[in-house]
């Protein structure tokens, strides 16, 4: 069993949709990251959260350490937010990675 | 100010040769990690440095791969020889502090014929 878990492994959205993709994870951690990659391209840090909310535009990301279970929401969904949307979690010296949330987003 | 930067972006070998992949931090960032991803797989940590030190480099397979930092700043990691079950995207990723983000590289997809 892997130690960051993502739900759902696809996603597919008509454009507008409000979307939620889910992280939960067995560790200890200090902290959670949102990535992206798209198609054929390397990752982009969306958010790093020890706590609470972070916004960014469209795109929210929250985090429950007592349950250890983190959101990524993104409102408004849009095409080109297609692309695979990855957990990570951060402990002293490493980072371990959910398998990723592969999300299409039709016009 | 420029990101992290990978090369080569991609690599086909054949089975027991050799190759380096390097990756550029960004400027003044004393942290840099190596992950990578093999098909269908998630991605893997392999290893941290911290400036020239190797810091936990407890993710690497075998002594097949082998990675450096000579002076704290670029790094390299080599697979030699390199095998099938090695093809996948190498991630360099760095960080100021270790309580601050990472920023990925592009990657490097190698692929072992």
């Known amino acids: 069993k892997n130690e960051v878990e993502q739900s759902p492994q696809n996603l597919t959205a008509q454009e507008g949709e409000f979307i939620t993709i889910n992280c939960s994870y067995s560790v200890g951690i200090s902290a959670l990251h949102w990535l992206q990659q798209h198609p054929g391209g390397g990752i982009v840090s969306l958010f790093m959260?020890?706590?609470g909310k972070k916004k960014h535009g469209r795109l929210i990301a929250t985090i429950n350490i007592q349950e250890k279970h983190s959101s990524l929401h993104i409102t408004a969904s849009h095409p080109r937010d297609s692309a695979v949307y990855i957990c990570?979690?951060?402990?002293?010296?490493?980072?371990?990675f959910g398998a990723g949330t592969r999300l299409t987003v039709k016009p | 100010e420029a990101g992290v930067t990978q090369f080569p972006s991609h690599s086909v070998i054949e089975k027991g040769q050799t190759v380096t992949l390097r990756c550029d931090p960004i400027s003044g960032h004393d942290n840099l990690y190596w992950y990578r991803r093999v098909m269908g797989k998630e991605i893997k940590f392999l290893l941290h440095?911290?400036?020239?030190?190797?810091?936990?480099e407890s993710g690497m397979p075998n002594n097949r791969f082998l990675a450096e930092r000579t002076g704290g700043t670029y790094s390299t990691l080599k697979v030699q020889p390199a095998e099938l079950e090695d093809s996948g995207v190498y991630f360099c990723?760095?960080?100021?502090?270790?309580?601050?983000?990472?920023?990925f590289g592009p990657g490097t997809r190698l692929t072992v014929l």
């Open positions: 959260l020890s706590s």
């Open positions: 990723a760095s960080s100021q502090t270790l309580n601050t983000g990472q920023y």
């Open positions: 990570a979690v951060s402990g002293n010296n490493d980072m371990r």
């Open positions: 440095f911290v400036k020239e030190s190797k810091q936990d």
